[in-house]
């Protein structure tokens, strides 16, 4: 019988592949697109993507964080949280179907209402194999979970490719979504068997009452931090062009493929994980030290390599174009840097059921990010990502910290904090040191090449004279893995 180690490095090694492979194809996607479609059609599929990613938000209604916590799910509430989700989802796309035309008019671009109109179908889709999705998780079935997200992927990558290649312009990304997930609910549906012999035509929001006790502050917690995580491309393509609002949504897709790759392995590991562990607080805390120590150590050097040679990536993914926006893409890799580790708070939200917690933390980080929005909007576009992004998140870093971490586990601030220190410390180290060979007037390719040996040799010989109880523990995960 597997263990729970045995369990969770199975769990880091095909939620690593899928990570890494699902952030590489989606990169290559946007790479090529970018040299087809203009930066006013990535804005204005920027504008859709926040009327699905809400709508999603509803049709879950945090039943998915109730079926991760609760650990004795009987045949009926699986059938009842399945009905439910598939109901919701018609009635969500189908209000937004309707309302398509009002937004359309609000951009002052009849392509916006019809883009959402398809997109809306996109939220039917995925209600239908939520319930799927997640029991593979809670089930810690990594390895079929990250197949069918690695080959949903794939498809969306190739078919909108192809689509964009015949003239199918800003369309190519709505059907390649489309495609992608009706490929990925047919898989998810029919690859559970174990689930759908426990489902029927069963319906009773009775029998999962106790689930929305739970997923009721998950659903307006998940909300607000919608808004908040959304405020930035809200305001944007509210005060500036569909073409800034392109701009910024390619360098913010680039920033987070990073944010993407690695806290998905720790987090679809962690919270399953350390649901089992909940009644042990000394246990959690420990385990939750070992996260940010290791999300810390893989994160931060790769963000500040980012910020460092921002130009010629931008230069080889999208094109010469796309290098004026070198100093965007730095702001945002120093945010993503931040927020890639700031964002395991939610891990013990859901671990512990304290979604309470997560609703207050998200709307005091809702209200300051709507005051630094407002007091920055007539700034320059530049200066103003700067205050939205940056500052928002270092006058919620500490709030964060309180409202959640301390309440839930025996963990000191300074603790916490150092955890991150030593990785970042050494990873702005090692970018000083390899910064100025960058200015040097050497060939692009060879210049990131000394760059990179010179900040990675700078990096893991720090690393492991500070830090080397955290690199040992990755490498012996790395060496399993491998």
Same mark, same amino acid.
């Given at each position: ?13 095909? =939620? ?11 990169? /290559? ?14 804005? @204005? ?7 699905? +990613? ?8 945090? @039943? ?9 799910? #009987? ?11 598939? *109901? ?7 209000? *937004?179907?309707?309302?398509?035309? !009002? ?10 209402? +019809? /883009? ?11 209600? !239908? ?23 949903? +992927? ?30 990925? =609910?047919?898989?998810?549906? /029919? ?8 489902? #029927? ?59 993407? /790759? ?140 309180? @409202? =959640? ?46 760059? @990179? ?30």
């Amino acid at each position: 019988m597997s263990t729970l180690a045995d369990n969770a490095a199975k769990g880091v090694k095909w =939620t690593g592949l899928s990570s890494f492979t699902n952030a590489l194809v989606k990169l /290559v996607q946007v790479s090529i697109l970018a040299h087809v479609l203009s930066p006013g059609d990535f804005g @204005l599929i920027a504008i859709a993507y926040i009327f699905l +990613s809400l709508g999603d938000i509803l049709v879950d209604m945090g @039943l998915t964080t109730a079926v991760l916590h609760f650990q004795n799910i #009987s045949s009926r509430q699986y059938s009842s949280i399945f009905w439910a989700n598939a *109901i919701i989802g018609v009635l969500i796309g189908a209000i *937004i179907f309707l309302f398509r035309n !009002i937004i359309a008019d609000y951009y002052h671009d009849s392509v916006v209402g +019809s /883009v959402i109109g398809w997109l809306s179908l996109n939220i039917v889709l995925i209600s !239908i194999s939520r319930l799927h999705r997640t029991y593979l998780q809670k089930q810690l079935e990594f390895k079929k979970m990250s197949i069918i997200e690695m080959s949903g +992927s794939l498809v969306m990558c190739v078919g909108s490719i192809i689509l964009a290649i015949n003239g199918f312009g800003v369309y190519s990304l709505v059907y390649g979504t489309l495609i992608s997930s009706l490929f990925t =609910t047919i898989f998810l549906m /029919v690859s559970v068997p174990s689930l759908n012999s426990q489902l #029927s035509f069963f319906l009773s929001l009775k029998s999962i009452k106790e689930f929305y006790s739970v997923g009721l502050y998950q659903l307006f917690g998940s909300i607000v931090e919608f808004f908040s995580r959304e405020i930035d491309t809200m305001f944007i393509s509210s005060y500036f062009s569909l073409t800034l609002l392109g701009y910024y949504t390619l360098c913010k897709q680039l920033a987070q493929r990073i944010f993407t /790759v690695v806290n998905p392995i720790i987090v679809k590991v962690a919270v399953p994980t350390l649901a089992l562990l909940q009644d042990n607080p000394k246990a959690i805390s420990d385990a939750f030290v070992k996260m940010i120590r290791v999300a810390s150590t893989i994160n931060y050097p790769i963000y500040i390599l980012l910020a460092i040679v921002s130009r010629e990536v931008l230069r080889v993914l999208y094109g010469s174009a796309y290098i004026s926006q070198s100093s965007l893409l730095t702001l945002l890799a120093i945010y993503y840097s931040f927020l890639s580790i700031g964002s395991f708070t939610g891990v013990l939200v859901v671990v512990k059921g304290k979604t309470k917690n997560g609703l207050m933390l998200n709307l005091i980080r809702l209200s300051i990010t709507l005051c630094v929005c407002f007091l920055s909007q007539r700034l320059p576009f530049l200066e103003y990502v700067a205050a939205m992004t940056i500052g928002t998140f270092i006058l919620t870093f500490y709030v964060g910290f309180r @409202l =959640t971490i301390k309440r839930f586990i025996p963990l000191s601030f300074k603790r916490y904090l150092n955890a991150q220190i030593v990785p970042a410390a050494a990873a702005t180290l090692a970018g000083l040191v390899a910064w100025p060979i960058w200015n040097f007037n050497l060939d692009n390719v060879l210049a990131f090449i000394i760059v @990179l040996v010179i900040f990675m040799a700078s990096y893991v010989s720090m690393s492991f004279l500070f830090n080397k109880d955290t690199m040992r523990y990755i490498c012996q995960k790395i060496k399993i893995a491998v």
